[in-house]
């Protein structure tokens, strides 16, 4: 058997990273500095330059006019999710193969990684704290990652009536990983509306914590 092949991102030698992770197959991370570039900016001109094809291959003024419009709304909600804190996001493409159904269903999902100012406490308070906010944490689980004490929980919420989204209930499975610092935690959310694939998404999720690493594991491992 064949060993799977790991790509390092750039990103791994950036003197200013504060985190390391590995993602699984299946996920396609967004190129947040590029999308939420200014315009004329070198970042600006590439993603201009990058749409620029689409655009050309739009059947008419309508649809670009629609493409322009859903990219726009695309870069709201990443700015948005930047403010908060955002500093990864990625999207899962998974194949459904346990589908009893038979048809070649595919599974989508949403992967962000957000920091998150805490209270100057223990690691392990600052992980308990995290999933008693009143935001119906269920499943909850204290765990002793490599890169310290962590919890995982799941909440269900649905799009607000009069939103405009898909009125589907939305899984979030959640883990609180807190920084040796004591001042700050890292929180690792995937959202998934495949209510029925729980447990797979659960050990994604897992799957990406337990890489996690504070300090640089290659300058580590050397």
């Known amino acids: 058997m064949s060993t799977p ?57 309508l649809a670009r006019q629609g493409f322009v419009a859903q990219l726009a709304q695309g870069q709201q909600m990443l700015a948005a999710l930047r403010r908060f804190g955002t500093v990864h996001c990625s999207v899962g493409l998974h194949r459904d193969d346990v589908d009893v159904s038979g048809a070649a269903t595919h599974l989508l999902s949403f992967l962000t990684i957000t920091w998150r100012s805490t209270s ?73 509306t495949a209510l029925a694939r729980r447990g797979e998404y659960r050990a994604i999720l897992r799957q990406v914590a337990e890489t996690v690493r504070f300090a640089d594991p290659l300058a580590v491992e050397a």
């Open 5 to 61: 092949a790991i790509l390092l991102h750039d990103s791994v030698d950036d003197a200013r990273s504060e985190l390391w992770f590995a993602e699984p197959p299946g996920f396609i991370a967004l190129p947040l500095d590029a999308l939420l570039a200014e315009p004329g900016s070198p970042d600006g001109e590439g993603l201009r330059a990058a749409v620029a094809p689409l655009l050309d291959a739009a059947p008419g003024e």
């Open 120 to 192: 100057v406490a223990p690691r392990a308070v600052t992980a308990a704290r995290a999933v008693t906010a009143p935001l119906g944490h269920s499943r909850i689980e204290y765990v002793d990652l490599p890169c310290g004490p962590a919890t995982l929980s799941e909440t269900t919420v649905g799009a607000t009536p009069g939103s405009g989204l898909p009125q589907v209930p939305l899984l979030q499975v959640h883990a609180h990983l807190p920084h040796p610092d004591c001042k700050r935690m890292a929180v690792l959310n995937l959202g998934t």
